[in-house]
């Protein structure tokens, strides 16, 4: 059974840089058929789809990478196969980034498997 | 960006009865090379992440009771839950996958 684990700092500065990672268990993230996502749920609302990347070690469309437009310019995501995880960076974040942020799988039959979610807060 | 649009934002529900929750999204989500529209249904409980109900629209994840019914096409969408269960009284999000960004509908709260 695949399992998530979202890491990350808990509390960033404003302007600074957020990096979260997610690990994953019970399946690998170079296996092709599923893409890795992150989505984010700001305090009391609702959830939003921030991006996803598509990383299979057999299939030439490997890497690819899709952005919420809004954060765009701001949001990276790798994989490192060799320790079964995906990680996101924000970058210049803003009070207007703190949420709860979820790591997930998804597939043509929708994302099927969710991290537990970490809080992360920006404030000086 | 595929916009989804959710109704109600709340519904007043009494146990035992029907749950009705509609998305409507601005463009179809029907992929026609496999007649499937990409449409999925997540309920979320406090403190916890969203856990898949229904994907193509209409199909259910093993293990999602058979009271959850997904139905529609192309823009218009409904989650049904029959016999409305303590348990079920939470809140409810419909998402495309047909296009990134991925976008979900803001959510459907159940209230007793």
């Known amino acids: 059974q695949v399992h998530l684990q979202e890491s990350g700092p808990g509390r960033v500065r404003p302007s600074e840089t957020l990096s979260l990672k997610c690990l994953v268990s019970?399946?690998?993230?170079?296996?092709?058929?599923?893409?890795w996502a992150w989505v984010r749920q700001p305090p009391g609302k609702g959830l939003e789809w921030i991006g996803s990347i598509y990383y299979s070690e057999n299939s030439e469309d490997s890497g690819s990478t899709y952005y919420s437009p809004s954060l765009k310019s701001r949001m990276s995501i790798s994989v490192d196969a060799s320790k079964n995880q995906f990680s996101m960076k924000l970058t210049s974040v803003t009070a207007a980034d703190t949420a709860v942020y979820f790591c997930?799988?998804?597939?043509?039959?929708?994302?099927?498997?969710w991290g537990q979610g970490t809080t992360v807060i920006v404030s000086s | 960006d595929i916009v989804m649009t959710q109704s109600p934002d709340s519904l007043a529900v009494s146990l035992g009865e029907r749950a009705t929750i509609n998305c409507k999204s601005s463009?179809?989500?029907?992929?026609?090379?496999?007649?499937?529209?990409?449409i999925a249904w997540y309920q979320q409980k406090p403190g916890q992440p969203p856990k898949l109900l229904i994907y193509w629209a209409s199909t259910r994840e093993p293990g999602v009771p058979d009271r959850f019914t997904g139905s529609g096409s192309g823009t218009d969408f409904t989650l049904t839950i029959n016999n409305l269960q303590p348990e079920d009284v939470t809140v409810y999000y419909c998402q495309q996958y047909y296009d990134t960004p991925y976008t979900f509908g803001q959510g459907t709260r159940l209230e007793i």
């Open positions: 019970g399946y690998g993230v170079s296996a092709s058929s599923y893409y």
């Open positions: 997930a799988r998804g597939g043509t039959g929708g994302m099927d498997a």
């Open positions: 463009q179809s989500v029907l992929f026609s090379s496999f007649n499937k529209n990409y």
